[in-house]
Each structure stands twice: as structure tokens, then as C-alpha cells.
């Protein structure tokens, strides 16, 4: 039973370039759960999605951030015109169902903005 | 705005040594506590606390929790240079799912 995948697991862009991070839960899981490890801090949520549904997006920056967790695939955090300070890890979790407090991670992917 | 602050934030030991790792949160609706281990990849789940002065075990690692003095303590006995990590706390609010992280601990332990 694979886990959480996450790729890139390692992501370089220019300023102004595009980033997508994709994110397959855990099989059976269909609640997934973004956050954001900047340097020298804690984990910050950032979108909960269930398929075809944006439940919660309350610590996404308010531009250039979009989520999504289509019917089909993976899901997507993507990021358009990058900037230096979106430098960070970025982490996906998933859970069955509803449970939030079973949420398993995946390795993430560093993102580096040049 | 809700506040999980953890303690210290590293620390070295050598192998064989006891460590406690502290964790207080200022939530509301506080629903459960829950601890991860983060090497250099995905954090792993290691116990999850809901009720006040039940002591969750695994191993050498035990944890509880207070929920009238807002904290938790994460034990690790004869630690090992396996336990080198970052160990990190989480709350999650009763009426949500977003986890609530600290920064985290860094612990390392030397042979």
C-alpha cells in the first residue's frame, strides 16, 4: 500500500515561472490537505480539497496560488509567477473520509525560486 | 489567533540519554494533540492525545497530555542516533482539520 506521493520531490524555477506541484493520496483516501514549511518555521495549512471540491482555502495566499483535486489524477497546487519568498517545502497530507486527525504526509517537494 | 510553542527548539544528547520535548498550545475548541517525527522527508505520525493524563506509549517514546495546563511532553528513553529528527507538535481544533504545527524540536543524538 503505497503512501502518499508527492512529485517533484525537488523543483527549481525562475522568477515569473510557473510552478505545479502534484500530490496522489494514500489509495482509498479522498480528503487532501496542503501546507507550507518555510525556512525556520512550522507546517501552515493551506487548502483542504475533497474531489472536485475546495472545502477550505483559508491559508492560501490571496494571488497566484490555485488547488485543485480533480475527479481523475492527482492534485495540483500550482503556483504562477514565482517569487523568492515562495521558496519553501511543500507538504501534502491525506486522510480517509473525514478523519483530520489521521492525516498522513508525503515526502514533499522543495520548491527553489532563483 | 491560535499559538503552539515547543521546547527547546534543539537540542543534543549523547546515546543512552532520557530527553523530554515540551509542546503548550493556546487553542480554541481544542480537539486533540498530535506528535510527528520529520527526517528528511514526510512526517510520521506518532501519537495522537485527547484526553488528560493518559499516558500513550510506543516503544521508548511515551507522550500525555494536560488540557488544564495546555501542554504535552514527548519522552524518548535510551535514545539512539535513529532518534535524530525533528519531532513536531500539532493541534487540531475541534471544528476544523487544518493542524495547528509548532516549529518543531530538533533533537540530535550523538554516539
Known amino acids: 500500500n503505497a503512501g502518499v506521493m508527492q512529485n517533484p520531490r525537488h523543483l527549481v524555477r525562475r522568477r515569473g515561472q510557473e510552478a505545479r506541484l502534484r500530490c496522489s493520496p494514500m489509495k482509498g483516501h479522498s480528503h487532501v490537505y496542503w501546507y507550507r514549511q518555510l525556512p525556520e518555521e512550522g507546517l501552515k495549512f493551506m487548502v483542504y480539497l475533497q474531489k472536485e471540491n475546495i472545502i477550505d482555502e483559508s491559508g492560501m495566499p490571496k494571488e497566484r496560488f490555485s488547488a485543485e483535486f480533480p475527479k481523475e489524477g492527482p492534485s495540483i497546487l500550482r503556483i504562477q509567477q514565482v517569487v523568492r519568498g515562495d521558496s519553501a517545502a511543500y507538504f501534502c497530507?491525506?486522510?480517509?473520509?473525514?478523519?483530520?486527525?489521521?492525516?498522513?504526509f508525503g515526502p514533499g517537494t522543495r520548491l527553489t525560486v532563483t | 489567533e491560535d499559538k503552539v510553542v515547543q521546547s527547546p527548539l534543539s537540542l543534543v544528547v549523547h546515546e543512552g540519554d532520557t530527553v523530554t520535548l515540551n509542546c503548550s498550545y493556546e487553542?480554541?475548541?481544542?480537539?486533540?494533540l498530535l506528535w510527528y517525527k520529520q527526517e528528511k522527508k514526510a512526517p510520521t505520525f506518532l501519537f495522537m492525545l485527547t484526553s488528560s493524563g493518559i499516558e500513550k506509549k510506543s516503544g521508548r517514546l511515551s507522550s500525555i497530555l494536560d488540557k488544564k495546563e495546555l501542554f504535552s511532553i514527548l519522552n524518548i528513553t535510551a535514545t539512539q542516533t535513529g532518534d535524530s529528527a525533528v519531532y513536531l507538535c500539532a493541534v487540531l481544533p475541534n471544528s476544523g482539520y487544518a493542524l495547528n504545527f509548532g516549529k518543531g524540536t530538533s533533537l540530535l543524538v550523538t554516539p
Open positions: 497530507a491525506s486522510s480517509p473520509g473525514d478523519r483530520a486527525y489521521e492525516q498522513y
Open positions: 487553542v480554541t475548541n481544542f480537539r486533540s
